[in-house]
């Protein structure tokens, strides 16, 4: 995420929930590094459970301090739907 997403927030979170378009919740960590602000843990396995591919746009919408939807493009610009599959508890919010 570039800086500049950081100055809608008082303090940035060091934790996000990212929501998809089922409702389904998976916990990411960032951190600040050379002037970014990557999804860091729990991004890698999101991308893989959800069947994120090279060439898919990913956009982030704030929705609470904490939370992001996640909505997710492919390479044809079609928005791809995700159930909630089975997703390592370490990473998964229950709501």
Sequence with gaps: MPLDFTKHFIMVPTEFKLRNNTGCSWK??????????????GWTTYAAVHQIKIGYMVTLKLLTPDTLKVIVFDDDGIGVVNKCGKHDEAFVTKE
């Excluded at 990411?28 to 843990?41: A, E, F, H, Y």
């Design 28 to 41: 990411v960590t960032v951190k600040l590094m050379n002037g970014r602000l990557p999804l860091d843990q």
